[in-house]
């Protein structure tokens, strides 16, 4: 792993986004949880449509941290620093957050709408997969912590499960009409007054994750400098 | 009505917990950090100051 100073470039661009990050996804979610409840209620649904405005917000959360994972992993393929891989460690963590609220809030739906919490339907056993995918992944991580090896292992790791969002994206065309999860949301998909409230989730729940992703960067990095301290104050008391 | 409530109460409620918890690890590594030197940019102005 390269030198690095007390405080790297990722651990200040972090340090700089929690407040902005913080602020504009309290801006955003005061707006977005006003239009959720001024939206029109769907004439098959119901109010349980309003759930629409919450779900899949949550799985682009979760598939951008599942990016940034395997983005950071890359980048520290080529670059051997590890303030990346503590970035892909750091979202794949927040990724796997939002992939459980995705996972939780989908049944609530579906109980709701299909009278059943689950079904092995090809998009939401895909689903499950990649969630499980980067919980493995962070499995991985904490049994092993530390070892250059293991960050190569988790870049290459992280990088393979990415294969499974587009085709995560796309099972309901490969299901071939077989599968019962609705659509994947366009602009047609909304009636009016529909498109605004999802925009805000949408929205509300990418500046959500881009404010725990600076957060948890801003941990890491203290939780590595306080580690290099301790080893340097360790090591100084063995020379005495 | 529930199903709409559960859900985001179940989002909001988990991502707040969330980032509180972020927020209280963060003062905890500081403090950890604090009496061994200055290399933490906390609070720049007391810095200055000094």
């Known amino acids: 792993m390269s030198d ?53 917000p949550m ?15 890359a980048i520290y393929l080529w670059r051997r620093d590890a303030q990346w891989d503590r970035l892909a460690a750091a979202a794949a963590e927040v990724g796997v957050l939002f992939g459980a609220l995705m996972i939780a809030t989908g049944p609530i739906w579906a109980r709701a709408t299909w009278g ?15 969630f499980l995918v980067y919980v493995s992944y962070l499995l991985l991580r904490s049994f092993t912590e530390g070892s250059e090896q293991v960050a190569r292992f988790s870049a290459v790791y992280a990088i393979a499960g990415l294969a499974i969002i587009p085709l995560n994206y796309f099972a309901i065309e490969l299901a071939g009409g077989r599968s019962i999860h609705p659509e994947n949301v366009e602009r047609s998909s909304f009636g009016e007054g529909m498109g605004l409230p999802f925009l805000l989730g949408v929205l509300t729940a990418l500046a959500m994750f881009l404010h725990l992703l600076a957060h948890r960067i801003v941990n890491a990095g203290l939780a590595h400098q306080l580690a290099e301290r301790e080893a340097e104050e360790g090591a100084a008391a063995w020379d005495t | 009505v529930g199903y709409v409530i559960a859900c985001y109460g179940l989002v909001l409620g988990t991502l707040l917990a969330y980032s509180l ?17 200055n290399q933490i940019p906390v609070d720049k102005t007391s810095r200055s100051e000094v």
């Not at chain 1, 005061?30 to 449509?49: H, I, K, M, R």
């Not at chain 1, 059943?116 to 990649?130: A, H, I």
């Open chain 1, 59 to 73: 799985a682009f959360s979760a598939y951008a941290g599942f990016f940034v994972t395997a983005l950071g992993g």
């Open chain 1, 4 to 56: 690095e100073t007390s405080t790297t470039t990722v651990d200040r661009w972090a340090e700089r986004a929690v407040l902005p990050t913080a602020v504009v996804t309290g801006a955003l979610a005061a707006a977005w949880l006003w239009f959720v409840v001024a939206a029109p209620l769907d004439s098959v649904q119901g109010v349980v449509q309003k759930i629409l405005y919450v779900h899949p």
């Open chain 1, 116 to 130: 059943k919490w689950w079904s092995w339907d090809l998009r939401l056993t895909l689903t499950l997969l990649l």
């Open chain 2, 21 to 37: 918890h972020l927020t209280l690890a963060q003062k905890a590594l500081r403090k950890s950090l604090s009496p061994h030197g």
